[in-house]
């Protein structure tokens, strides 16, 4: 995954691109970068490697030094971006969050006109680097920018720094936000709408599907209408989004109480007490407890002081390991108890039959589990999100080939996605069953998105349901 941040001042504005990207520390891992423009100097750009440390640790000397009345920045699971590009649009940054599918199709055809491109230490392609290269195929920034939307099979929003301005892109179907915040000297472009509160910034807009403007710091143009069609992701709620986040004036806070409060009127165990799994799944069980009447706890708590998120390694295995290693106990709280626990998902299921056994192992007398989503059955097609993995990774899709004898086909596998199928209760019980659960029942995609509380035709439910 990832995010990004964009400010646009009468003065400079190092200060708050340097704290409004910070504030999409929990949506990468690995890379960030800042570029800015002053009409003095021109541009200048830093990219660090984040694995390690904190964004406001690597960032500290740019903070100080870097100058300018434009910028941008990032950061990213993945490519190091933002990119400087000179091209025949004169000199300009670019940073993108998204999806490319069709990348090495995208590469074939834009190599033919001799155009060359750097590879990542994976071999890869930096896909910022891709759409950059797309938008010089045309003759202005809006033609190129439509025509990326246009061929990029996935996802793609982005900001483009010029001396004239920064472009703000959101995706064709709007599967990911951007928000334009305002205060009296200039205006910024965010994923996250949250960033800008404690910088002065108050609600300006939020782009719609498709829609493109040019920010500079005397107000903010579109240039291309938003169209009338979204898919936003849904799971930005359930799990990526920072709870005081909103996309498309929707609270994530707010609506993971409601998943809760949905979980409870359906279900039937009595436990002792309800927890939510760190970080993600203590607002759901919130929403449950207060529904239900059970009593919310923490039975055990996250070590943060030294394990910000920032630490996390791309490679699940060791993802695996030190979410393991964060969780501390409180005994007191676990001992001869009959607990009832709420995740955002289960996608491997690995961490969480480790959590579950971790509690026994503690003394705990039930592990009753309420995931906060449907069963993921399909891996996302849209966004690099760290918390979806490959289909044959998925416990379901095993789980699924295991009754099934074979590979479902695509008939069957939707079988497994109706609640109320035989097909889907075989499913679960195996789930529960090998993942060492006293039970399991999972949210219903129906009550998921009423408790989102916006159409469903503009929410994207692909992982759940495999409707595009």
Known sequence: MGGFFAAASKEDCVFDLFFGVDYHSHLGTRRAGMAVYSPESGFDKAIHNIENAPFRTKFTKESNEMHGTLGIGCISDFEAQPILVRSHHGTFAVTTVGKINNADEIVDKIIKSNTHFFEMQNGDINPTELVAAIINQKENFIDGIRYAQEIVDGSLSMLILTPKGIYCARDKMGRTPIVIGKKDNGFCASFESFAY?????????????????????????????????????????????????????????????????????????????VAGIPDSGIAHAIGYSNESGIPFSRPFVKYTPTWPRSFMPTHQSKRNLIAKMKLIPISDLIKDKSLLLIDDSIVRGTQLRETTEFLYANGAKEVHIRPACPPLLYGCKYLNFSRSTSEMELITRRVIKELEGCEPDDATLKE?????????????????????????????????????????????????????
């Not at 903010?220 to 898919?231: F, Q, S």
């Not at 039970?439 to 035709?457: P, Q």
């Open 197 to 273: 509160l404690n910088l002065g910034y108050t609600d300006y807009k939020e782009l719609g599907a498709g829609e493109i403007v040019i920010m500079t710091a005397d107000g903010v143009k579109t240039l291309v209408a938003p169209g009338k069609d979204m898919k936003i992701c849904t799971f930005l709620w359930i799990y990526y989004g920072y709870p005081s986040s909103s996309y498309e004036g929707i609270s994530v806070e707010k609506m993971r109480y409601n998943c809760g409060r949905a979980l409870a009127k359906r279900d039937n165990v009595k436990p002792d007490i």
């Open 416 to 468: 497994y996605t109706n609640p109320d199928s035989e097909k889907y209760q075989k499913m679960v019980d195996r789930i529960c069953e090998t993942l060492h659960f006293t039970s399991l029942r999972y949210h219903r995609l129906d009550d998921m998105i009423e408790s989102v509380g916006i159409g469903a035709d503009k929410l994207c439910t692909y992982c759940w349901n495999g409707e595009e």
